[in-house]
Protein backbone atom coordinates (compact mmCIF):
# COMPACT_ATOMS: atom_id res chain seq x y z
CA UNK A 1 0.00 0.00 0.00
CA UNK A 2 0.93 3.54 -0.56
CA UNK A 3 2.01 5.97 2.04
CA UNK A 4 -0.99 7.56 3.34
CA UNK A 5 0.84 10.87 3.78
CA UNK A 6 2.11 10.87 0.47
CA UNK A 7 1.31 13.37 -2.06
CA UNK A 8 3.55 12.80 -4.82
CA UNK A 9 1.99 10.85 -7.97
CA UNK A 10 5.94 10.32 -9.43
CA UNK A 11 4.44 10.62 -12.87
CA UNK A 12 5.90 11.81 -16.16
CA UNK A 13 2.17 12.39 -17.55
CA UNK A 14 0.99 14.17 -14.69
CA UNK A 15 1.34 17.61 -15.98
CA UNK A 16 -0.58 17.11 -18.91
CA UNK A 17 -3.21 15.33 -16.99
CA UNK A 18 -3.16 18.07 -14.99
CA UNK A 19 -3.89 20.73 -18.21
CA UNK A 20 -6.70 18.35 -19.70
CA UNK A 21 -8.48 18.11 -15.99
CA UNK A 22 -8.43 21.88 -15.19
CA UNK A 23 -9.61 22.57 -18.65
CA UNK A 24 -12.86 20.31 -17.79
CA UNK A 25 -13.12 22.06 -14.62
CA UNK A 26 -11.95 19.03 -12.94
CA UNK A 27 -9.08 19.99 -10.50
CA UNK A 28 -9.56 16.86 -7.85
CA UNK A 29 -9.81 14.34 -10.17
CA UNK A 30 -6.02 14.23 -11.47
CA UNK A 31 -4.25 12.05 -9.82
CA UNK A 32 -4.81 8.06 -11.25
CA UNK A 33 -5.35 5.42 -8.26
CA UNK A 34 -3.10 2.82 -9.07
CA UNK A 35 -0.31 0.59 -7.94
CA UNK A 36 2.26 2.93 -7.53
CA UNK A 37 0.72 5.83 -7.43
CA UNK A 38 -0.17 8.38 -4.52
CA UNK A 39 -2.92 9.94 -2.60
CA UNK A 40 -4.65 13.61 -4.40
CA UNK A 41 -4.33 16.42 -2.13
CA UNK A 42 -8.27 17.40 -0.52
CA UNK A 43 -10.48 19.76 -2.50
CA UNK A 44 -9.83 23.13 -1.52
CA UNK A 45 -12.54 23.89 1.12
CA UNK A 46 -12.39 27.98 -0.45
CA UNK A 47 -13.72 28.86 -3.39
CA UNK A 48 -11.60 31.87 -5.26
CA UNK A 49 -14.88 34.17 -4.64
CA UNK A 50 -13.98 33.32 -0.95
CA UNK A 51 -10.18 34.34 -1.07
CA UNK A 52 -10.60 37.41 -2.76
CA UNK A 53 -13.11 38.36 0.03
CA UNK A 54 -10.92 36.81 3.03
CA UNK A 55 -7.94 38.92 0.96
CA UNK A 56 -10.22 42.21 1.00
CA UNK A 57 -10.55 41.81 4.77
CA UNK A 58 -9.72 44.00 7.98
CA UNK A 59 -7.20 41.19 9.47
CA UNK A 60 -6.01 42.87 12.61
CA UNK A 61 -4.04 41.03 15.24
CA UNK A 62 -6.65 41.26 17.26
CA UNK A 63 -10.36 39.58 16.74
CA UNK A 64 -13.38 39.50 18.85
CA UNK A 65 -13.99 35.50 19.05
CA UNK A 66 -17.63 36.92 19.92
CA UNK A 67 -19.88 38.11 17.39
CA UNK A 68 -20.57 41.59 18.23
CA UNK A 69 -18.56 41.77 21.19
CA UNK A 70 -17.73 45.29 21.77
CA UNK A 71 -13.60 45.92 20.88
CA UNK A 72 -11.91 48.64 22.58
CA UNK A 73 -10.54 51.43 20.19
CA UNK A 74 -7.28 50.86 20.94
CA UNK A 75 -7.16 47.05 19.22
CA UNK A 76 -9.69 48.64 16.65
CA UNK A 77 -7.03 50.47 15.87
CA UNK A 78 -4.53 48.25 15.66
CA UNK A 79 -5.87 46.30 13.58
CA UNK A 80 -5.57 47.79 10.30
CA UNK A 81 -2.55 46.72 9.11
CA UNK A 82 -2.18 49.14 6.11
CA UNK A 83 0.32 51.75 7.96
CA UNK A 84 0.01 54.32 4.05
CA UNK A 85 -4.06 54.30 4.87
CA UNK A 86 -4.56 54.62 8.54
CA UNK A 87 -4.43 58.02 10.58
CA UNK A 88 -3.05 58.52 13.36
CA UNK A 89 -5.97 59.79 16.32
CA UNK A 90 -5.87 63.93 16.58
CA UNK A 91 -3.31 64.75 14.27
CA UNK A 92 -4.57 63.10 11.10
CA UNK A 93 -2.13 62.24 9.46
CA UNK A 94 -0.77 58.38 7.79
CA UNK A 95 1.07 56.32 10.04
CA UNK A 96 4.18 55.55 8.15
CA UNK A 97 4.78 59.45 7.23
CA UNK A 98 3.61 60.14 11.45
CA UNK A 99 6.81 57.91 12.96
CA UNK A 100 9.05 58.88 9.80
CA UNK A 101 8.66 62.63 10.82
CA UNK A 102 10.62 62.50 13.87
CA UNK A 103 13.62 61.46 12.14
CA UNK A 104 13.71 64.28 9.77
CA UNK A 105 17.12 66.32 9.49
CA UNK A 106 17.20 69.54 11.29
CA UNK A 107 14.85 71.14 13.20
CA UNK A 108 11.66 69.47 11.16
CA UNK A 109 11.89 66.64 13.06
CA UNK A 110 12.82 67.99 16.71
CA UNK A 111 9.72 69.84 16.13
CA UNK A 112 7.75 67.13 14.97
CA UNK A 113 8.80 64.06 17.67
CA UNK A 114 7.94 67.22 20.59
CA UNK A 115 4.32 67.94 18.59
CA UNK A 116 3.44 63.74 18.68
CA UNK A 117 4.35 63.22 22.24
CA UNK A 118 2.10 66.38 22.82
CA UNK A 119 -0.79 65.41 20.69
CA UNK A 120 -0.96 61.83 19.94
CA UNK A 121 -2.72 59.38 21.96
CA UNK A 122 -1.03 57.09 24.48
CA UNK A 123 -2.38 54.21 22.94
CA UNK A 124 -0.39 55.10 19.66
CA UNK A 125 2.82 53.53 21.45
CA UNK A 126 4.45 52.89 18.01
CA UNK A 127 4.37 56.39 16.83
CA UNK A 128 5.05 57.45 20.32
CA UNK A 129 8.02 55.23 20.43
CA UNK A 130 9.67 56.50 16.88
CA UNK A 131 8.85 60.34 18.12
CA UNK A 132 10.96 59.62 21.67
CA UNK A 133 13.57 57.74 19.95
CA UNK A 134 13.82 60.77 16.88
CA UNK A 135 13.46 63.47 19.44
CA UNK A 136 16.48 61.93 21.94
CA UNK A 137 18.62 61.89 18.79
CA UNK A 138 18.03 65.71 18.09
CA UNK A 139 19.07 66.72 21.33
CA UNK A 140 21.71 64.61 21.46
CA UNK A 141 22.80 65.96 18.15
CA UNK A 142 22.22 69.40 19.34
CA UNK A 143 24.17 69.09 22.69
CA UNK A 144 26.99 67.65 20.62
CA UNK A 145 26.89 70.19 18.22
CA UNK A 146 26.77 73.03 20.54
CA UNK A 147 29.66 71.97 22.23
CA UNK A 148 31.56 71.48 18.77
CA UNK A 149 30.53 74.90 17.97
CA UNK A 150 31.85 76.65 20.95
CA UNK A 151 35.03 74.68 20.79
CA UNK A 152 35.37 75.94 17.16
CA UNK A 153 36.03 79.28 18.55
CA UNK A 154 38.90 78.25 19.90
CA UNK A 155 40.19 75.52 17.06
CA UNK A 156 40.08 75.24 13.91
CA UNK A 157 40.30 71.23 14.01
CA UNK A 158 37.44 71.29 16.52
CA UNK A 159 35.20 73.37 13.42
CA UNK A 160 36.15 70.94 10.79
CA UNK A 161 35.31 68.02 13.10
CA UNK A 162 31.60 70.08 13.94
CA UNK A 163 31.24 70.00 10.12
CA UNK A 164 32.07 66.07 9.40
CA UNK A 165 29.63 65.09 12.76
CA UNK A 166 26.92 66.96 11.02
CA UNK A 167 27.36 65.59 7.57
CA UNK A 168 27.30 62.67 8.76
CA UNK A 169 24.67 62.61 11.46
CA UNK A 170 22.38 64.32 8.54
CA UNK A 171 22.89 61.19 6.13
CA UNK A 172 21.79 58.95 9.26
CA UNK A 173 19.16 60.66 9.71
CA UNK A 174 17.69 60.69 6.35
CA UNK A 175 18.35 56.97 6.32
CA UNK A 176 16.11 56.53 9.85
CA UNK A 177 13.86 58.64 8.15
CA UNK A 178 13.53 56.34 5.07
CA UNK A 179 13.59 53.26 7.19
CA UNK A 180 10.76 54.12 9.12
CA UNK A 181 8.60 55.69 6.10
CA UNK A 182 9.15 52.04 4.83
CA UNK A 183 7.65 50.36 8.38
CA UNK A 184 11.30 48.85 8.96
CA UNK A 185 12.77 48.74 12.52
CA UNK A 186 15.23 51.88 12.91
CA UNK A 187 17.07 50.32 15.87
CA UNK A 188 16.11 46.68 17.11
CA UNK A 189 19.17 46.18 19.55
CA UNK A 190 17.15 46.02 22.69
CA UNK A 191 14.75 43.26 21.36
CA UNK A 192 18.01 41.52 20.59
CA UNK A 193 19.82 41.78 24.01
CA UNK A 194 16.28 40.87 26.06
CA UNK A 195 15.73 37.79 23.13
CA UNK A 196 19.59 36.63 24.07
CA UNK A 197 19.10 37.31 27.72
CA UNK A 198 16.34 35.00 27.69
CA UNK A 199 18.19 32.32 25.44
CA UNK A 200 21.02 32.36 27.95
CA UNK A 201 18.52 31.78 31.73
CA UNK A 202 17.13 28.73 29.74
CA UNK A 203 20.26 27.12 28.06
CA UNK A 204 21.41 27.22 31.70
CA UNK A 205 18.49 26.00 33.55
CA UNK A 206 17.21 28.66 35.43
CA UNK A 207 13.81 28.20 36.72
CA UNK A 208 11.17 29.87 34.52
CA UNK A 209 9.64 31.43 37.96
CA UNK A 210 12.99 33.20 38.71
CA UNK A 211 13.02 34.35 35.09
CA UNK A 212 9.77 35.62 35.16
CA UNK A 213 10.62 37.64 38.59
CA UNK A 214 13.78 39.34 37.07
CA UNK A 215 12.08 39.98 34.42
CA UNK A 216 9.03 42.06 35.95
CA UNK A 217 11.36 43.66 38.56
CA UNK A 218 14.18 44.45 36.21
CA UNK A 219 15.60 47.83 36.91
CA UNK A 220 18.55 49.97 35.05
CA UNK A 221 19.63 50.65 31.41
CA UNK A 222 17.77 49.11 28.30
CA UNK A 223 21.47 48.22 27.35
CA UNK A 224 23.08 46.80 30.41
CA UNK A 225 19.84 45.08 32.01
CA UNK A 226 18.23 43.19 29.06
CA UNK A 227 15.27 42.33 31.01
CA UNK A 228 14.18 45.98 31.20
CA UNK A 229 13.57 45.75 27.68
CA UNK A 230 9.96 44.00 28.65
CA UNK A 231 9.02 47.41 30.25
CA UNK A 232 9.74 49.25 26.16
CA UNK A 233 7.86 46.64 24.01
CA UNK A 234 4.91 49.15 25.27
CA UNK A 235 4.84 51.79 27.45
CA UNK A 236 1.61 51.87 27.54
CA UNK A 237 0.54 51.21 31.68
CA UNK A 238 -2.94 49.38 30.47
CA UNK A 239 -1.25 47.02 27.93
CA UNK A 240 1.65 46.65 29.95
CA UNK A 241 -1.15 45.11 32.32
CA UNK A 242 -2.65 42.98 29.32
CA UNK A 243 0.58 41.22 28.34
CA UNK A 244 1.25 40.16 31.42
CA UNK A 245 -1.86 38.40 32.37
CA UNK A 246 -2.28 37.13 28.84
CA UNK A 247 1.32 35.72 28.77
CA UNK A 248 1.87 34.74 32.25
CA UNK A 249 -2.02 33.74 33.85
CA UNK A 250 -3.56 32.71 29.93
CA UNK A 251 -6.35 35.44 30.40
CA UNK A 252 -7.25 38.02 27.99
CA UNK A 253 -8.57 40.77 30.70
CA UNK A 254 -9.05 43.58 28.01
CA UNK A 255 -12.66 43.54 27.84
CA UNK A 256 -12.87 44.34 31.17
CA UNK A 257 -11.41 47.81 30.63
CA UNK A 258 -14.26 49.50 29.14
CA UNK A 259 -16.49 47.03 30.86
CA UNK A 260 -17.28 44.13 33.28
CA UNK A 261 -16.43 40.61 31.25
CA UNK A 262 -19.32 39.59 29.52
CA UNK A 263 -18.08 35.98 29.52
CA UNK A 264 -15.54 36.06 32.37
CA UNK A 265 -14.91 36.77 36.34
CA UNK A 266 -13.45 40.06 35.53
CA UNK A 267 -14.68 43.25 36.44
CA UNK A 268 -13.36 46.99 35.62
CA UNK A 269 -12.23 46.91 39.25
CA UNK A 270 -10.31 43.99 38.67
CA UNK A 271 -8.27 45.26 35.56
CA UNK A 272 -7.68 48.68 36.84
CA UNK A 273 -6.41 47.30 40.15
CA UNK A 274 -3.80 45.13 38.41
CA UNK A 275 -2.95 47.70 36.06
CA UNK A 276 -1.90 49.11 39.26
CA UNK A 277 1.21 47.76 39.59
CA UNK A 278 2.76 49.31 36.37
CA UNK A 279 1.32 53.00 36.89
CA UNK A 280 4.86 53.70 38.58
CA UNK A 281 7.40 52.29 36.13
CA UNK A 282 9.52 55.01 35.79
CA UNK A 283 11.94 55.86 32.39
CA UNK A 284 14.42 58.28 31.76
CA UNK A 285 16.87 58.87 28.46
CA UNK A 286 20.77 57.70 29.71
CA UNK A 287 23.91 58.99 28.35
CA UNK A 288 22.95 57.17 25.56
CA UNK A 289 20.30 58.41 23.54
CA UNK A 290 18.97 55.05 22.05
CA UNK A 291 19.31 53.57 25.60
CA UNK A 292 16.49 54.14 28.00
CA UNK A 293 16.99 53.42 32.23
CA UNK A 294 13.64 51.94 33.46
CA UNK A 295 13.12 52.57 37.40
CA UNK A 296 10.51 52.26 39.62
CA UNK A 297 9.07 56.12 40.18
CA UNK A 298 7.73 55.77 43.51
CA UNK A 299 4.60 57.44 42.27
CA UNK A 300 1.91 57.52 39.57
CA UNK A 301 -2.06 55.61 40.10
CA UNK A 302 -4.54 54.45 37.73
CA UNK A 303 -7.67 56.30 38.54
CA UNK A 304 -10.89 54.14 37.94
CA UNK A 305 -12.89 55.30 34.42
CA UNK A 306 -16.04 55.65 36.10
CA UNK A 307 -15.38 58.45 39.30
CA UNK A 308 -11.98 58.59 39.08
CA UNK A 309 -11.07 57.02 41.67
CA UNK A 310 -7.50 55.89 42.75
CA UNK A 311 -7.30 51.93 42.15
CA UNK A 312 -4.66 50.07 44.78
CA UNK A 313 -2.81 47.34 43.03
CA UNK A 314 -4.68 43.90 43.61
CA UNK A 315 -4.36 40.81 42.48
CA UNK A 316 -6.50 39.20 39.68
CA UNK A 317 -8.86 36.87 41.86
CA UNK A 318 -7.27 38.34 45.34
CA UNK A 319 -6.95 40.50 47.59
CA UNK A 320 -5.26 43.82 47.62
CA UNK A 321 -1.64 44.13 47.90
CA UNK A 322 0.69 45.52 50.64
CA UNK A 323 2.57 47.95 48.52
CA UNK A 324 3.12 51.12 51.10
CA UNK A 325 7.04 51.71 50.90
CA UNK A 326 7.50 49.21 48.60
CA UNK A 327 8.21 48.51 44.65
CA UNK A 328 4.74 47.30 43.05
CA UNK A 329 6.50 45.26 40.18
CA UNK A 330 8.42 43.10 43.26
CA UNK A 331 4.98 42.80 45.19
CA UNK A 332 3.42 41.48 42.01
CA UNK A 333 6.24 39.52 40.88
CA UNK A 334 6.55 37.67 43.81
CA UNK A 335 3.03 36.86 43.91
CA UNK A 336 2.87 35.98 40.10
CA UNK A 337 5.35 33.02 40.18
CA UNK A 338 4.07 32.10 43.72
CA UNK A 339 1.70 28.98 45.01
CA UNK A 340 -0.78 31.68 45.75
CA UNK A 341 -1.11 32.43 42.16
CA UNK A 342 -3.81 29.42 41.01
CA UNK A 343 -2.90 30.36 37.28
CA UNK A 344 0.73 30.51 36.76
CA UNK A 345 2.03 27.17 36.58
CA UNK A 346 -1.49 25.80 34.60
CA UNK A 347 -0.80 28.15 32.39
CA UNK A 348 2.96 27.39 31.78
CA UNK A 349 1.93 23.41 31.74
CA UNK A 350 -0.44 24.13 29.06
CA UNK A 351 1.59 25.99 27.03
CA UNK A 352 3.82 23.39 26.83
CA UNK A 353 1.12 20.30 26.53
CA UNK A 354 -0.03 22.70 23.48
CA UNK A 355 3.85 22.34 21.98
CA UNK A 356 3.91 18.59 21.70
CA UNK A 357 0.00 18.07 21.08
CA UNK A 358 -1.04 20.97 18.96
CA UNK A 359 -3.80 21.87 20.82
CA UNK A 360 -3.96 23.19 25.23
CA UNK A 361 -6.15 21.22 27.13
CA UNK A 362 -7.48 24.97 27.70
CA UNK A 363 -7.11 26.02 24.14
CA UNK A 364 -6.34 28.63 22.79
CA UNK A 365 -3.88 28.90 25.65
CA UNK A 366 -3.87 32.76 26.27
CA UNK A 367 -8.08 32.32 26.13
CA UNK A 368 -8.57 30.82 29.88
CA UNK A 369 -11.96 31.86 31.10
CA UNK A 370 -15.16 30.56 32.36
CA UNK A 371 -16.23 30.34 29.28
CA UNK A 372 -13.89 28.34 28.21
CA UNK A 373 -13.27 25.74 30.30
CA UNK A 374 -10.29 23.17 30.31
CA UNK A 375 -11.24 20.17 28.85
CA UNK A 376 -9.72 18.11 31.63
CA UNK A 377 -9.25 20.23 34.76
CA UNK A 378 -7.84 17.62 36.90
CA UNK A 379 -5.10 16.73 34.36
CA UNK A 380 -4.32 20.92 33.94
CA UNK A 381 -3.79 20.86 37.77
CA UNK A 382 -2.19 17.79 38.51
CA UNK A 383 0.45 19.37 36.35
CA UNK A 384 0.58 22.66 37.29
CA UNK A 385 1.41 21.28 40.82
CA UNK A 386 4.02 18.69 39.29
CA UNK A 387 5.59 21.54 37.39
CA UNK A 388 5.61 23.46 40.95
CA UNK A 389 7.30 19.83 42.92
CA UNK A 390 10.08 20.45 39.66
CA UNK A 391 10.86 23.44 40.88
CA UNK A 392 9.69 25.25 37.48
CA UNK A 393 12.39 23.13 35.25
CA UNK A 394 10.58 22.48 31.99
CA UNK A 395 12.64 19.44 31.19
CA UNK A 396 11.47 17.56 34.16
CA UNK A 397 7.37 18.21 32.70
CA UNK A 398 9.07 17.53 28.72
CA UNK A 399 10.22 13.68 30.11
CA UNK A 400 6.59 13.19 31.89
CA UNK A 401 4.79 14.43 28.79
CA UNK A 402 6.81 12.67 25.90
CA UNK A 403 6.60 9.62 27.89
CA UNK A 404 2.75 9.53 28.69
CA UNK A 405 0.67 6.93 26.93
CA UNK A 406 -1.47 10.23 25.48
CA UNK A 407 1.88 11.64 23.59
CA UNK A 408 2.61 7.96 22.15
CA UNK A 409 -1.06 7.50 20.62
CA UNK A 410 -1.51 7.12 16.57
CA UNK A 411 -3.05 9.56 14.24
CA UNK A 412 -4.88 6.64 13.38
CA UNK A 413 -8.49 6.36 14.35
CA UNK A 414 -11.32 3.85 15.54
CA UNK A 415 -14.75 3.62 15.46
CA UNK A 416 -14.83 4.86 19.25
CA UNK A 417 -12.24 7.78 18.91
CA UNK A 418 -12.69 8.89 15.47
CA UNK A 419 -15.24 11.88 16.30
CA UNK A 420 -12.90 13.03 19.30
CA UNK A 421 -10.97 16.21 18.55
CA UNK A 422 -11.05 17.77 22.18
CA UNK A 423 -10.23 14.60 24.62
CA UNK A 424 -6.67 12.89 23.18
CA UNK A 425 -8.17 9.87 22.37
CA UNK A 426 -5.88 9.82 19.50
CA UNK A 427 -3.06 12.19 18.49
CA UNK A 428 -3.62 14.33 16.16
CA UNK A 429 -2.08 15.53 12.55
CA UNK A 430 -0.86 18.98 12.72
CA UNK A 431 1.39 20.86 10.06
CA UNK A 432 4.76 22.04 10.93
CA UNK A 433 5.09 25.47 12.48
CA UNK A 434 6.69 27.60 9.50
CA UNK A 435 10.25 28.79 11.41
CA UNK A 436 10.38 24.68 12.04
CA UNK A 437 9.87 24.05 8.45
CA UNK A 438 12.27 26.47 6.78
CA UNK A 439 14.72 24.74 9.42
CA UNK A 440 14.16 21.42 8.29
CA UNK A 441 14.19 21.91 4.56
CA UNK A 442 18.09 23.73 5.11
CA UNK A 443 18.33 20.75 7.34
CA UNK A 444 17.75 17.92 4.97
CA UNK A 445 18.46 19.83 1.71
CA UNK A 446 22.15 20.13 3.78
CA UNK A 447 21.73 24.50 2.96
CA UNK A 448 21.99 27.32 4.85
CA UNK A 449 20.00 30.50 5.06
CA UNK A 450 20.83 34.11 5.43
CA UNK A 451 18.50 36.43 7.43
CA UNK A 452 18.52 39.95 8.17
CA UNK A 453 20.52 40.82 11.40
CA UNK A 454 21.89 36.62 11.56
CA UNK A 455 24.75 35.02 10.34
CA UNK A 456 24.52 32.95 7.46
CA UNK A 457 23.53 29.43 8.25
CA UNK A 458 21.29 30.94 11.21
CA UNK A 459 17.72 28.82 11.96
CA UNK A 460 14.89 30.71 11.52
CA UNK A 461 13.38 29.74 14.49
CA UNK A 462 16.00 32.09 16.28
CA UNK A 463 14.91 35.23 14.92
CA UNK A 464 13.87 37.19 17.39
CA UNK A 465 12.51 40.58 15.62
CA UNK A 466 8.95 40.16 14.37
CA UNK A 467 9.53 42.30 11.14
CA UNK A 468 12.42 39.64 9.57
CA UNK A 469 10.11 37.63 7.78
CA UNK A 470 10.26 36.29 3.95
CA UNK A 471 7.82 35.34 1.72
CA UNK A 472 7.59 31.48 3.10
CA UNK A 473 7.77 32.58 6.80
CA UNK A 474 4.77 34.70 5.94
CA UNK A 475 2.88 32.19 4.28
CA UNK A 476 3.23 29.51 6.60
CA UNK A 477 1.90 31.89 9.32
CA UNK A 478 5.12 32.94 11.51
CA UNK A 479 3.85 35.05 13.96
CA UNK A 480 4.62 39.14 13.33
CA UNK A 481 5.48 39.65 17.12
CA UNK A 482 3.35 42.53 17.15
CA UNK A 483 0.80 41.50 19.87
CA UNK A 484 1.36 39.21 22.70
CA UNK A 485 -1.73 36.73 21.10
CA UNK A 486 -0.79 33.07 20.27
CA UNK A 487 -3.36 33.71 17.47
CA UNK A 488 -0.33 35.37 15.44
CA UNK A 489 0.96 31.70 15.03
CA UNK A 490 -1.54 31.08 11.74
CA UNK A 491 -1.36 26.91 11.13
CA UNK A 492 -4.45 26.38 8.90
CA UNK A 493 -3.16 25.25 5.27
CA UNK A 494 -4.07 27.08 2.40
CA UNK A 495 -2.96 27.36 -1.81
CA UNK A 496 -0.62 29.48 -1.73
CA UNK A 497 1.31 27.37 1.14
CA UNK A 498 1.35 24.47 -1.48
CA UNK A 499 2.16 26.84 -4.12
CA UNK A 500 5.06 27.99 -2.39
CA UNK A 501 6.40 24.43 -2.14
CA UNK A 502 5.69 23.26 -5.59
CA UNK A 503 7.44 25.60 -7.21
CA UNK A 504 8.27 28.65 -4.88
CA UNK A 505 11.88 29.90 -4.82
CA UNK A 506 12.70 28.92 -1.67
CA UNK A 507 12.77 25.09 -2.22
CA UNK A 508 13.66 25.19 -5.98
CA UNK A 509 16.73 27.23 -4.88
CA UNK A 510 17.67 24.57 -1.83
CA UNK A 511 17.61 21.70 -4.28
CA UNK A 512 19.41 23.50 -7.38
CA UNK A 513 22.37 24.21 -4.24
CA UNK A 514 22.08 20.95 -2.06
CA UNK A 515 25.08 19.14 -2.24
CA UNK A 516 23.14 15.22 -0.46
CA UNK A 517 22.63 14.02 -4.54
CA UNK A 518 26.35 14.76 -5.88
CA UNK A 519 27.85 13.75 -2.32
CA UNK A 520 25.98 10.31 -2.93
CA UNK A 521 27.02 10.21 -6.54
CA UNK A 522 30.31 10.71 -5.58
CA UNK A 523 30.27 7.55 -3.26
CA UNK A 524 29.16 5.32 -5.65
CA UNK A 525 25.74 5.03 -4.56
CA UNK A 526 23.44 2.63 -6.29
CA UNK A 527 20.13 4.45 -7.04
CA UNK A 528 18.49 2.24 -4.72
CA UNK A 529 20.94 3.46 -2.18
CA UNK A 530 20.56 6.77 -2.86
CA UNK A 531 16.78 6.63 -2.70
CA UNK A 532 16.75 4.66 0.62
CA UNK A 533 18.96 7.66 2.05
CA UNK A 534 16.95 10.29 1.25
CA UNK A 535 13.89 8.83 2.55
CA UNK A 536 16.15 8.20 5.96
CA UNK A 537 16.63 11.86 5.65
CA UNK A 538 13.30 13.04 4.65
CA UNK A 539 10.70 10.92 6.26
CA UNK A 540 12.94 9.08 8.73
CA UNK A 541 12.48 5.74 7.63
CA UNK A 542 12.92 3.66 4.21
CA UNK A 543 11.07 3.46 1.45
CA UNK A 544 7.77 0.51 1.19
CA UNK A 545 8.36 -1.83 -1.43
CA UNK A 546 5.44 -0.64 -3.49
CA UNK A 547 7.25 2.96 -2.96
CA UNK A 548 10.12 1.41 -4.61
CA UNK A 549 8.27 0.06 -7.64
CA UNK A 550 6.90 2.92 -8.40
CA UNK A 551 10.17 4.87 -8.30
CA UNK A 552 12.29 2.25 -10.24
CA UNK A 553 9.42 2.72 -12.93
CA UNK A 554 10.57 6.52 -12.92
CA UNK A 555 14.36 5.24 -12.88
CA UNK A 556 13.98 3.13 -15.47
CA UNK A 557 12.36 5.90 -17.61
CA UNK A 558 14.79 8.04 -17.25
CA UNK A 559 17.51 5.46 -18.26
CA UNK A 560 20.43 7.44 -18.52
CA UNK A 561 19.51 10.29 -17.07
CA UNK A 562 19.09 9.10 -13.66
CA UNK A 563 20.20 12.59 -11.88
CA UNK A 564 16.85 14.22 -12.80
CA UNK A 565 15.05 11.53 -11.83
CA UNK A 566 17.00 11.74 -8.30
CA UNK A 567 15.88 15.55 -8.20
CA UNK A 568 12.79 15.09 -8.73
CA UNK A 569 12.37 12.27 -6.05
CA UNK A 570 13.95 14.46 -4.03
CA UNK A 571 11.11 17.02 -4.73
CA UNK A 572 8.44 14.75 -4.37
CA UNK A 573 10.00 13.68 -1.16
CA UNK A 574 10.01 17.84 0.22
CA UNK A 575 6.27 18.23 -0.66
CA UNK A 576 4.55 15.07 0.89
CA UNK A 577 2.40 15.37 3.29
CA UNK A 578 4.34 13.37 5.78
CA UNK A 579 7.47 15.78 5.30
CA UNK A 580 5.16 18.92 6.52
CA UNK A 581 3.13 17.13 9.07
CA UNK A 582 3.55 15.87 12.75
CA UNK A 583 1.77 12.40 12.93
Request: glycine residues 8%.
Amino acid sequence: MPSKYDTNPLDPEFPEKAKAAAANGDATQVLPQGHGQTHQFPPAAATEEQTRRFASANTGPYTSPYSGQYVPAPYAAAGQLDARKRKIAKIGIPEHIAVALPYFPFSIGLVAGVLELLFVPKHETKVRFHAAQGLAAHLGILVITSILGILSDLSRGAGVGNGIFTAVTTVLLIIFTIKAWRGKPVHIAPIEDLTNWLEDKISHDVPFDQIVRELLEADGGTFKSPATNYYQVTRDTLKLAENTAQIFMGMRIQCAQCHNHPFDRWTQDDYYGFAAFFSQVGRKQSEDPREVIIFNSGGGEVRHPLGGRVMPPKFLGGEVADVKGKDRRVVLAEWLASPKNPYFAKNLSNIMWAHFFGKGISDPVDDVRISNPAVNPELLEAMGQKLQEYHYDFKHLVRDICTSRTYQLSTETNKSNEGDDRNFAHSLVRRMRAEVLRDCLSQVTETKDKFRGLPLGAKAVAIADGNTSDFFLTTFGRATRETACSCEVKMEPNLSQALALINGNIVQNKLQSTPVINELLKEKKTPQEIIETLYLKCLGRRPGSDELYAIQTQLDAAGKDQRKALDDIFWALLNSQEFMFNH
